[in-house]
């Protein structure tokens, strides 16, 4: 079974930076596509970046477009979102994700989350 593990997230300031890291326990099928979801309390989950690991193509939910961004270190298998010029609504629990495709619906595979506060 192909485990996510997380890491990064923390507290930080309005415009302050962080990065989260996913590493998989190994490739297949299943992390074809790695990505990020978020949910604050009292929404709905929403995907944030996902990144195909074969070719490389990324995706973004356009309110982070232009201050996040994903990337991959295949010799590690893991997969990084690079979070800059954060602001207060960005504040949610980030789950990394794996699956087919980048779609919600294709996740197979849910990292344990972690918290991300953004303070004004």
């Known amino acids: 079974q192909v485990q996510l593990v997380e890491s990064g997230g923390g507290s930080v300031q309005a415009g302050g930076s962080l990065r989260l890291s996913c590493a998989a326990s190994?490739?297949?099928?299943?992390?074809?596509?790695m990505g990020w979801f978020r949910q604050a309390p009292g929404k709905k989950r929403e995907g944030v970046a996902g990144?195909?690991?074969?070719?490389?193509?990324?995706y973004y939910v356009d309110s982070v477009k232009g201050r996040f961004t994903i990337s991959e270190d295949k010799a590690k298998k893991t997969v990084y979102l690079q979070m800059n010029s954060l602001k207060p609504e960005d504040t949610a629990m980030y789950y990394c994700a794996a699956g087919v495709h980048c779609r919600e619906d294709d996740v197979e595979l849910w990292g344990q989350g972690t918290l991300v506060t953004v303070s004004s």
């Open positions: 990144i195909y690991t074969e070719g490389g193509s990324s």
């Open positions: 190994e490739y297949t099928a299943s992390t074809n596509c």
